[in-house]
């Protein structure tokens, strides 16, 4: 049995009881996952140790892990935060005994201060002397602040309660029939070929080409035209709308009246100059601007529907938790903790840009107003692109002055959008020094707050693979036709970042470690606490590189399809089932050699009826998936709609993102509800299927494609056609099948 116990945390040997191993307080998010295909017996994998929680070394009341996929098994705990030390172990149980128990060999693991100590290895169980099993371990350790991992948690849970609709359980697997291999169908590859149809342009751009352009270069200052690389300026100066908000600037929110206990909420649409006084007296939470005939705040006829690129505010354009979230901290937090800098630090190839951009898609589609400064994009407009690494080094003035004033320049630009109304910079550079973050920090006092984000990654091969990448991808490399002098170059380069690297000890930090070898890696929080960096952590800690696809399709043609009826929850129609029987048997080819995808369906029946003949494959009802709630125009054809309802009519034309259907939802309100599954889809290592609506799916897609929130209600999304996304180590591409005419 394993040994060791849980001593708690005892102010006094702290001397004066400073929470100096406490890393910011906050309870320790422990998620430790095991896998194994070959399974044996009905054992299964559970979880002891020394505190009461995992059952004080007593077997009978060992937490068991749950099964995550076939091979894969998950337990997630929470740790408080005054256990100093954690000793734990495996332990395999039968699934209805509590004997025999067989423990993992070696000795005790250990958190010790919230850290796992040694490193996570295999769990070798011996049944006797010549029959050991192995499991490969993943562990994972986070300080979440209680508050945060309760309000995620919360935010989450609801979304995933079982539905009652129907008695149909919500998660079922109907096995394959006898005699049926799934992996028997060979060359079919081609079959599905022959129904591939082109998807919409999704070119593959480095992801640094779509950041922020200088300000000085859009208004004709510091960076001269002639400065400007042709590499970067073909892609990415920002449309006029853009440049066009900061011929209106809205005053700060501090100068503004805010009578006691009032909120003042821009975020409805684009406010009209002459206008402007009436922003005084709207007392609104974003909801959405239709059903006249419920409660409606004065002001929202001011506010121009806009939900356009452009459209200033200074709240988010979102709705539930985002705008309350929002309201909440104008009225309670400091004014600096309004706008949020997440800057990045990390030697070069350690995928910032990609997490910069992952993360600047994911607050954008969660309505936050947020931008993506690359200073490598500063750097290349403003000295060139053909930089060698010598330009790079510790020791060199010039190189160093002049990566430090472009870094200063950006950090300008994105301090002054901030005081325009942007909500979350995202600042991607190596800032690799203290002295580099020490400028930062100077610079941002009393504009924004600042989170450090490091990733750190320590897998040899992946460096190698991310290298090799760079010089495929960056403009840094494009004009230079040898790929090992490139190669080269860039291995001097990072030479020249290693020697003066200081990992990120000071302020508010998560630090990525290994994040996307697949096994071990971890995620470390400092000082992290408020809803937005919540939500970060909450994002980071579920999203891999594992390559994927998630594959989405509307439910066959339904009844009410047909008859041009919104909402209701009618059966398929013939077309339907044949798509129904078209869909099973691509899913079959598609995921032949897939044995831990998982097919997820809403809770109406034409998405459960469509994807009821697939098998071998758990089934998930999620209610998030349920179409847009259509309110009391539930059955309706928008032609009645329109006649007996004009102005509802109008109001959704005119700002179909906002409009909140009279007793329904808006897309704002889908959006929010579909987060945990934007989430869970960013969590899954295995392929899914999603069976969805129109609406929603609108939603989902907007979030991979990385559409702005105002097009997300006009996007296409036709009936009996499959949206293959492929999730990989570049970002995301997309295939287009289309299975028979709508
Ligand atoms: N957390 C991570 N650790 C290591 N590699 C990563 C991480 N996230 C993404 N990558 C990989 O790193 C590659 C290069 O990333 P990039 O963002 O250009 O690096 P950087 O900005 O750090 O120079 C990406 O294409 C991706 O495959
Ligand atoms: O937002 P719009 O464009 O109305 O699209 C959503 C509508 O699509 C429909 C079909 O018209 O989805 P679904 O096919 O899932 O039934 C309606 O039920 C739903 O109200």
Redesign the pocket.
């Known amino acids: 049995m394993g040994s060791g116990s849980s001593k708690n945390l005892d102010t006094s040997s702290h001397g004066s009881g400073e929470e100096k191993d406490d890393h910011g307080g906050g309870q320790l998010y422990v998620s430790l996952k095991m896998e194994n295909h070959k399974l044996k017996g009905d054992l299964v994998p559970h979880v002891y140790g020394s505190v009461p929680l995992v059952g004080s070394w007593d077997t009978s009341k060992a937490l068991p892990m749950e099964r995550e996929s076939t091979s894969m098994w998950e337990l997630s705990f929470v740790v408080p935060p005054n256990h100093e030390t954690l000793d734990f172990k495996f332990l395999l149980k039968p699934k209805y005994n509590n004997v025999p128990c067989i423990e993992e060999e070696g000795s005790n693991r250990q958190f010790m201060g919230g850290k796992l100590q040694g490193v996570a290895r295999l769990a070798v169980f011996k049944f006797n002397a010549d029959d050991i099993l192995e499991y490969q371990v993943l562990i994972k350790a986070d300080r979440v602040s209680p508050f945060d991992l309760a309000a995620s948690w919360r935010a989450y849970q609801e979304n995933l309660e079982p539905s009652t609709v129907r008695g149909i359980p919500d998660v079922s697997i109907n096995s394959l029939p006898d005699g049926v291999d799934k992996g028997s169908s060979t060359s079919l590859d081609l079959d599905l070929e022959q129904y591939l149809v082109p998807a919409p342009a999704t070119p593959v751009v480095y992801a640094a080409n779509l950041t922020e352009t200088p300000r000085s270069l859009k208004h004709g200052g510091a960076f001269s035209k002639g400065d400007v690389s042709t590499k970067d300026t073909c892609v990415s100066v920002d449309p006029p709308a853009t440049i066009k908000e900061v011929e209106f600037v809205v005053p700060d929110p501090p100068k503004l009246f805010h009578p006691p206990g009032m909120v003042e909420s821009k975020s409805a649409g684009t406010f009209i100059p002459q206008q402007k006084q009436d922003i005084f007296r709207a007392i609104f939470v974003d909801r959405g601007v239709g059903s006249p005939r419920l409660v409606k705040s004065a002001s929202a006829d001011t506010l121009t529907g806009s939900g356009k690129p452009g459209a200033k505010r200074s709240m988010p354009a979102a709705a539930g938790a985002v705008a309350a979230a929002a309201v909440a901290d104008q009225m309670l937090g400091p004014k600096e903790d309004m706008h949020l800098a997440i800057v990045l630090v990390g030697l070069p190839a350690r995928g910032k840009t990609f997490t910069a951009a992952k993360l600047t898609r994911y607050l954008r589609w969660l309505g936050h107003d947020t931008k993506h400064f690359n200073i490598g994009k500063y750097r290349r407009l403003k000295h060139g692109t053909n930089q060698s690494a010598d330009f790079f080094r510790g020791d060199n003035p010039e190189g160093m002055e002049a990566r430090n004033e472009v870094a200063a320049l950006a950090m300008d630009d994105m301090t002054t959008w901030m005081q325009e109304g942007g909500q979350v910079g995202i600042f991607d550079a190596t800032n690799s020094t203290s002295e580099r973050r020490n400028m930062l920090i100077k610079m941002a006092e009393g504009k924004c707050k600042i989170i450090f984000l490091e990733t750190i990654c320590n897998d040899r091969q992946i460096i190698e693979r991310n290298i090799r990448l760079k010089i495929q991808q960056s403009p840094d490399y494009a004009d230079e036709p040898d790929f090992e002098a490139g190669y080269q170059d860039f291995k001097r380069r990072l030479d020249n970042y290693e020697k003066i690297y200081e990992p990120v000890n000071e302020g508010s930090y998560i630090k990525m470690i290994d994040m996307v070898s697949g096994h071990g890696g971890q995620i470390q929080v400092n000082n992290i606490s408020g809803y937005l960096p919540g939500r970060i952590v909450f994002f980071l800690v579920n999203t891999h590189l594992t390559p994927r696809p998630i594959l989405l399709t ?2 066959g ?2 009844l ?2 047909v008859r ?5 929850d ?1 059966p398929l129609s013939g077309n339907g089932e044949l798509y129904a029987k078209k869909l099973t048997n691509f899913v079959e080819k598609r995921l032949k050699n897939e044995r831990a995808a998982s097919i997820w369906t ?1 809770t ?1 029946q ?2 459960i009826l469509t994807a009821n003949q697939i098998v071998g494959f758990p089934k998930i009802q999620w209610r998030a998936l349920d ?2 709630n ?1 309110g009391v ?2 059955g309706m054809t ?1 032609e009645e709609v329109k006649k007996n309802m004009p102005d509802e009519y109008e109001s ?1 034309k005119r700002d ?1 993102l906002r409009y909140r259907y009279p007793r329904g939802e808006s ?1 704002l309100d889908v959006i929010q509800r579909l987060e945990p599954v934007i989430i869970e889809l960013e969590r899954q290592r295995a392929p899914v299927v999603v069976v ?5 799916l ?1 939603a989902l897609y907007a979030y991979f494609a990385d559409r702005p929130l105002h097009e997300i ?2 996007i296409e ?1 036709p ?1 009996h056609t499959i949206i293959e996304i492929q999730m990989g180590v570049t970002g995301v591409q997309e295939k287009r099948y289309k299975l028979m005419d709508s």
């Open positions: 509307r439910h043609e339904s009410y399809n041009s009826r919104i909402g209701g009618t809403s109406l034409r998405t179409e847009i259509a125009f539930d928008y959704r179909k897309y969805s609506h129109q609406a929603v609108r209600p006009h999304m009936l």
